[in-house]
Structure formats: structure tokens, C-alpha cells
């Protein structure tokens, strides 16, 4: 799919701000078209994504990966996504079509699916032998302020998230992305209430990108006294998995799992394995379960 989204990642005040804006349309469509998600449930996996490629560019190397684990206790059940440090991204939920209104008062219902009484954890996986993991609780099941509670508590930097995603009335995605901006120990405090302020007038996040602004645009209206681009970093959907890894992930589930799966499929000729990130279907015949089953039970 071609796409012009990207992170746009600045500076400002004498590098005592540091600013990333994204647009994250195209892969939030892609996500919803994926796991054929219900309105709320795009927008709380899209903003869960969208904070997710952000904290993803923050790692120090492109390999790096951060995992964002919503767990709210609403019906939408757990929302997982996983960044890389290169603007790649995939997620999953447990319940993509929960049954209850998806809107209320004229806005999706995000919180109504997510839950509010939970947690936000992030682990990251830095290369090292154990990955670095904090959870939160929710303040308020709606993404962007779990977020910014978790930048502020456990990476003690006061951080303005702004993230949406528009969901039009056929239930695809108009537009999906935001910023983050991250206030650094020593800025004067006559300019954080300035920034604050700015913030607190802004349009919507969506409502921006749907105007035309782009990522600098955004950044633009946030720091009319100028910033210092650093990169744009191109983001996309992305998983990972391929038939070798399937066919590894089922040894893995040992040889009694795998003669029951291969009973099952007999009729069909074959079993199926699906990738719950991105539902990609690995298919394998009775005589590649054979084959598995005896690597499985050597194993
Ligand atoms: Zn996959």
C-alpha cells in the first residue's frame, strides 16, 4: 500500500523540547481492515498503534521493540501492539466486535470498550537478556491520557499525548495520528505553562490532519515560534511472521497437540494456522503434520 505516513520528530526551546507528530491513516486502516474490528475498537486499537510507533522511535535502536498491553476490563477485552524501533508496527484484540454502543454523546466510545479499571504495560525489548516492563494503572481507559501517565510516572518526563482516530459513518478510517511532546528537565517554567497552554487550544488531532496539516503542520501550530526538524521516520504495518515461524510455533505446542489439530483437519485435507496479529493463514497438508509431529515428538 503506498502511504505518506511518517513521524516527524523535532526539537525545540534549545532542545529542552522534544516533539514527535505522526500521521498513522493508512495503518490504522490497515489494522481495522485486518481484524475486522467495530468503530471504538479501531479507535482504541488505532490509538494504542499510533502511541506505540511513537514510543517505538523513542528506542535508541531501529532492532529495539516496544510492546503496549492494554488491559481495561471493558469488552473489547486486552489490546496488544508491538513497535519497532524502524516505524513497524501490529496489534491485536481479544474482541474485536464487542456488542455495545460504539458511540456516545457524538464520540466513539473508547474508554466503553477499553474498560477503566486496569492496567497500561509497556516492555521493551532492548537486546539485553531480560526486557524492561512497568505497568500503570488507567486514569482513564481512553489511550492517550493512560499514555501520557505512564511517560510521566514511569519515564519521569511530562509528556502531552494528543492521539485520535476518525472513524467515518461506513466505519473506515478518515484519519488517524497526533503527537507527543516531551517537556526536558530545565525548561523554564514561564515556557511550559506557554506550551501547556497552546496545547490545551488546539483542535482535535484528527481534526488537524482532516484541515490538510501534515506531521510539520501539526508541529507548526504547537510551536509558532519555530522547532528544529530532526528526521521523518516513514511508518507502515508490519508483522513479522512467515510459514517457517508457524511451522516453529507448532513444534513448539509438542506432538499430542499436534495429532489432534492434524485429526481435525483430515476431513479438509489440511490444518490451518493463523496469525492472530495480522491473520495471515498458514495452511499444512495431513503429510506436513506427519512431518511435524515427528520433529515435535524428537524434539
Ligand atoms: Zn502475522
Not at 122 to 138: C, F, H, N
Not at 252 to 258: D, H, K, S, T, Y
Request: aromatic fraction near 4%; glycine fraction near 10%.
Amino acid at each position: 500500500m503506498p502511504t505518506s505516513n511518517y513521524i516527524a520528530r523535532a526539537t525545540a526551546r534549545d532542545g529542552l523540547v522534544r516533539a514527535f507528530a505522526i500521521d498513522s491513516t493508512d495503518v490504522v486502516a490497515e489494522l481495522a481492515a485486518r481484524h475486522g474490528t467495530f468503530p471504538a475498537v479501531t479507535a482504541a486499537l488505532g490509538r494504542l498503534a499510533t502511541a506505540a510507533l511513537i514510543l517505538g522511535v523513542m528506542l535508541k535502536e531501529q532492532e529495539q521493540l516496544v510492546t503496549l498491553r492494554l488491559r481495561g476490563g471493558g469488552p473489547a477485552g486486552t489490546l496488544l501492539v508491538t513497535a519497532t524501533g524502524r516505524g513497524e508496527v501490529r496489534g491485536l484484540v481479544s474482541n474485536p466486535r464487542p456488542e455495545i454502543d460504539q458511540a456516545r454523546d457524538g464520540k466513539l466510545n473508547v474508554a466503553g470498550v477499553v474498560g477503566r479499571d486496569g492496567h497500561l504495560t509497556v516492555t521493551k525489548d532492548l537486546g539485553m537478556r531480560q526486557p524492561y516492563s512497568s505497568t500503570v494503572e488507567l486514569v482513564s481507559g481512553e489511550v492517550g491520557e493512560d499514555v501520557a501517565y505512564y511517560l510521566a510516572r514511569s519515564e519521569q518526563v511530562p509528556s502531552a499525548v494528543g492521539i485520535g482516530v476518525f472513524v467515518r459513518a461506513d466505519a473506515t478510517v478518515e484519519a488517524a495520528g497526533g503527537y507527543i511532546i516531551q517537556l526536558l528537565p530545565g525548561l523554564p517554567d514561564d515556557e511550559v505553562a506557554g506550551i501547556e497552554t497552546r496545547i490545551r487550544s488546539l483542535p482535535h488531532p484528527t481534526a488537524m490532519l482532516r484541515s490538510g496539516d501534515s506531521p510539520e503542520g501539526i508541529l507548526a501550530r504547537i510551536f509558532p515560534e519555530g522547532w528544529q526538524p530532526l528526521d521523518r521516520i516513514p511508518v507502515r504495518f508490519h508483522c513479522p511472521c512467515s510459514r517457517d515461524r508457524a511451522e516453529r510455533a507448532l513444534v513448539l505446542l509438542g506432538g499430542e497437540a499436534l495429532v489432534e489439530m492434524r485429526e481435525e483437519g483430515r476431513e479438509r485435507g489440511h490444518t490451518e494456522a493463523v496469525c492472530q496479529f495480522c491473520a495471515a493463514e498458514y495452511r499444512f497438508s495431513t503429510a506436513e503434520m506427519d512431518e511435524l509431529i515427528d520433529e515435535a515428538r524428537a524434539a
